[in-house]
């Protein structure tokens, strides 16, 4: 196999990256981490003609077709000079000037970005250099996942810029590596499917006030930050993850852990025999149940905190009063408490009970280490936490639907999933009209069984959702509280305005409403076996208060139909396929 350098222009890279040629794998690649001030720079290198470190692509035609690339190593760079061309940035106070290229013209008339026009722009000439600068590209074809991940490896290892637990993710495709990459994904917010382009990383990429880029996810709104754990610092050198890690081995470990350094290095080494246990630990557990035992834990601890006061830093400022110093120690025994109290004895907390001020001043009540804390210490330290809060922990009782506050991070990554992945989500603010008269749209209970049918026949790589309680336009959203009163709960561009309301307005309980809903179901005539999952696949999830229901639309191994018509989905919108195009559909399930 011959793998040769090969000089391609920022012209052609551009093309690539808008034509979808560019793909990132998140089973393997980083974030979008560089600040403007490194962006600057490497711009700063092009219009200089000094030359800057070799781009590495992955190209995989079994699995992406021909002419489309895997970043290997270059993700940061790409992203800088393309967002620079786009008129994200500046360079020393001047702006690329899109109307020397018209490729880039083109995606700022099409409305892809906000072009800058009245700025100091670059010359001609500069942007002329800028376009013809010779990046050097190493493409390496190989159809193995494996190899691209220990080729990462091997390249990011030793780079300086790398956080220790980057270090440790780098090249490493353990299950156990897997499980923190995704978990830790989810409880951010930053969910994606796998394999997204290039031009879509900024959506599921962390943005700070500090130094904004324009990215999708706000650092002081995750949880991590908002509640003082961890700084954005900490947050964006990936300690999240590396806390999540601590805590998923403590878990399998049935004891915490030392908090050690080296201890995690070795959970990470597959060669090492402490990493040889966790996942033979992990195989046991099951990782699934282990992720939604933590997601559960997550969700229960976030609501806890939010019926108390969901202003920023609340939870620091009770556990350690007085000071901006990230909590992490604390809420390590925060958490395994909850986690005991909630997953192992199946308990959920009093309604409207103040937990969190059981937990003022919490840290100066934990016995901390010389150097680090053993195991001991973090046993003793959840101990004293579960002490001071078991009490206002009840026998949990399943509603008719069950799962409630757990489904809340599910939710609110399906909001976020929905910006790059339309056609898999479809949003209804109910099913009564918003007009005075407020009946029932016949219409639209038809529409959500071909709608469903649609969203299975996308193909066989994933499921699908259907939410009923979500507005997806403000004037809807607006409408809605001036009819019922209830006020909308926005979430990633989303109104929440749940279904209780209506089922106020009809006159029933929240069970009658799902019934109603399923009933339609059972009588349309869709093919099984997606009717019979749909059917099983109901759930309720609670958000402030406000409840919404979920249908899972499950991926199917064959074409579906709905009265013997197919359907399929193009954006959020539903159509009716057939000849030529139902044949193309087909051939995705073979």
Same mark, same amino acid.
């Given at each position: 196999?011959?793998?040769?350098?090969?000089?391609?222009?920022?012209?052609?890279?551009y093309r690539?990256?808008?034509?979808?040629?560019?793909?990132?794998?998140?089973s393997?690649q980083?974030?979008?981490?560089?600040?403007?001030?490194?962006?600057?720079?490497?711009?700063?290198?092009?219009?200089?003609g000094?030359?800057?470190?070799?781009?590495?692509?992955?190209e995989?035609?079994?699995?992406?077709g021909?002419?489309r690339?895997?970043?290997v190593?270059?993700?940061?760079?790409?992203?800088?000079?393309?967002?620079?061309?786009?008129n994200?940035?500046d360079?020393?106070?001047k702006?690329?000037d899109?109307? !020397?290229f018209?490729?880039a013209?083109?995606? @700022?008339?099409?409305?892809v970005?906000?072009?800058?026009?009245a700025m100091?722009?670059?010359?001609p000439?500069e942007?002329a250099n800028?376009?013809?600068?010779?990046l050097?590209?190493?493409i390496?074809?190989?159809a193995?996942?494996?190899?691209? =991940?220990?080729?990462?490896?091997?390249v990011?290892?030793?780079?300086?810029?790398?956080s220790?637990? *980057?270090? /440790?993710q780098?090249?490493?495709?353990?299950?156990?590596a897997?499980?923190i990459? =995704?978990?830790?994904?989810?409880?951010?917010?930053?969910?994606?499917?796998?394999?997204?382009?290039l031009?879509?990383?900024p959506?599921i990429?962390?943005d700070?006030?500090?130094?904004?880029?324009?990215?999708?996810?706000?650092? !002081?709104?995750?949880?991590?930050?908002r509640?003082?754990?961890?700084?954005?610092?900490q947050? /964006? *050198?990936? *300690?999240?993850?590396?806390?999540?890690?601590?805590?998923? @081995?403590?878990?399998?470990?049935?004891e915490?852990?030392?908090?050690?350094?080296?201890?995690?290095d070795?959970?990470?080494?597959?060669?090492?025999?402490?990493g040889?246990?966790?996942?033979?630990r992990?195989?046991?557990?099951?990782?699934?149940?282990l992720?939604?035992?933590?997601k559960?834990?997550?969700s229960?601890?976030?609501q806890?905190?939010?019926?108390?006061?969901d202003?920023?830093?609340y939870?620091r400022?009770k556990?350690?009063p007085? =000071?901006?110093y990230?909590?992490?120690?604390?809420?390590?025994?925060?958490f395994?408490?909850?986690?005991?109290?909630?997953?192992?004895?199946?308990?959920?907390p009093?309604?409207?009970?103040s937990?969190v001020?059981?937990?003022?001043?919490?840290d100066s009540?934990?016995?901390?280490?010389?150097h680090y804390?053993?195991?001991?210490?973090?046993?003793?330290?959840?101990?004293?936490?579960k002490?001071l809060?078991?009490?206002?922990?009840?026998a949990m =009782?399943e509603?008719?639907?069950?799962?409630?506050?757990?489904?809340?991070?599910d939710?609110?990554?399906?909001?976020?999933?929905?910006?790059?992945?339309?056609?898999?989500? *479809?949003?209804?603010?109910?099913?009564?009209?918003?007009?005075?008269d /407020?009946g029932?749209?016949?219409?639209?209970?038809? /529409?959500?069984?071909?709608t469903?049918?649609?969203?299975a026949?996308l193909?066989?790589?994933?499921?699908?959702y259907?939410f009923?309680?979500?507005a997806?336009r403000? !004037?809807? @959203?607006?409408?809605?509280?001036?009819?019922?009163?209830?006020?909308?709960?926005?979430?990633?561009g989303?109104?929440?305005v749940?279904?209780?309301? !209506?089922?106020r307005?009809?006159?029933?309980?929240?069970?009658?409403?799902?019934?109603?809903?399923?009933?339609a179901?059972?009588k349309?005539?869709?093919t099984?076996?997606?009717?019979?999952?749909?059917?099983?696949?109901?759930?309720?999830v609670?958000?402030?208060?406000l409840?919404?229901?979920?249908?899972?639309?499950?991926?199917?191994?064959?074409?579906?139909?709905?009265?013997?018509k197919?359907?399929?989905?193009?954006?959020?919108?539903?159509?009716?396929?057939?000849?030529?195009?139902?044949?193309?559909?087909?051939?995705?399930?073979k």
């Open positions: 196999m011959s793998v040769v350098p090969q000089g391609k222009s920022v012209q052609a890279l690539d990256y808008r034509e979808g040629n560019l793909l990132v794998n998140r393997y980083r974030k979008l981490v560089w600040s403007v001030d490194e962006k600057r720079q490497l711009i700063d290198s092009i219009l200089k000094y030359p800057i470190p070799l781009i590495l692509l992955a995989r035609p079994d699995v992406h021909s002419g690339f895997e970043i190593d270059g993700i940061q760079r790409f992203n800088a000079i393309f967002t620079f061309i786009e994200y940035f360079y020393e106070g702006y690329f899109v109307t !020397e018209a490729r013209k083109q995606a @700022a008339d099409d409305g970005f906000l072009p800058v026009y100091p722009l670059l010359s000439v942007c800028l376009l013809d600068y010779q050097a590209v190493t390496y074809p190989t193995d996942e494996s190899q691209i =991940t220990e080729v990462f490896g091997r990011n290892s030793g780079g300086r810029q790398l220790p637990q *980057e270090q /440790r780098a090249g490493v495709s353990s299950e156990f897997r499980l990459r =995704t978990l830790s994904s989810e409880i951010r917010g930053d969910v994606s499917r796998d394999v997204l382009l031009s879509d990383m959506e990429s962390v700070s006030a500090r130094e904004p880029h324009g990215y999708g996810v706000k650092a !002081e709104q995750i949880f991590w930050c509640q003082g754990i961890l700084s954005v610092k947050l /964006r *050198e990936s *300690e999240d993850e590396q806390m999540l890690a601590d805590i998923a @081995a403590s878990i399998l470990s049935s915490p852990l030392p908090a050690s350094k080296e201890l995690l070795k959970l990470y080494d597959p060669a090492a025999e402490e040889k246990d966790i996942d033979a992990l195989a046991t557990y099951g990782s699934r149940r992720m939604d035992d933590i559960r834990t997550f229960v601890l976030r806890t905190i939010a019926q108390c006061d202003s920023p830093n939870l400022s556990v350690r007085g =000071t901006s990230p909590i992490k120690a604390p809420f390590y025994a925060i395994m408490a909850f986690f005991d109290l909630v997953v192992t004895q199946q308990k959920t009093e309604p409207n009970a937990i001020n059981a937990l003022d001043g919490l009540r934990l016995s901390k280490g010389a804390e053993t195991t001991d210490n973090r046993s003793r330290n959840i101990k004293i936490t002490g809060i078991q009490e206002q922990f009840i =009782t509603g008719a639907l069950g799962h409630g506050p757990a489904l809340l991070l939710f609110e990554n399906a909001l976020r999933r929905s910006r790059i992945e339309t056609p898999r989500y *479809e949003f209804k603010q109910g099913i009564l009209r918003l007009d005075n /407020r029932i749209d016949s219409d639209l209970l038809a /529409r959500l069984t071909e469903a049918c649609g969203i026949n193909g066989p790589n994933a499921d699908g259907i009923i309680g979500v997806d403000g !004037e809807h @959203a607006t409408r809605i509280e001036t009819l019922d009163g209830a006020v909308p709960r926005q979430i990633a989303h109104y929440v749940g279904v209780d309301r !209506e089922a307005v009809l006159d029933w309980s929240l069970d009658s409403y799902v019934r109603f809903i399923v009933d179901f059972q349309a005539e869709i099984d076996p997606l009717r019979t999952q749909i059917l099983a696949s109901f759930d309720a609670t958000v402030h208060d409840s919404v229901i979920r249908i899972r639309v499950p991926q199917q191994t064959d074409v579906s139909f709905v009265s013997g197919a359907y399929y989905r193009e954006g959020s919108s539903t159509i009716e396929i057939e000849g030529p195009r139902l044949v193309a559909v087909s051939k995705l399930f």
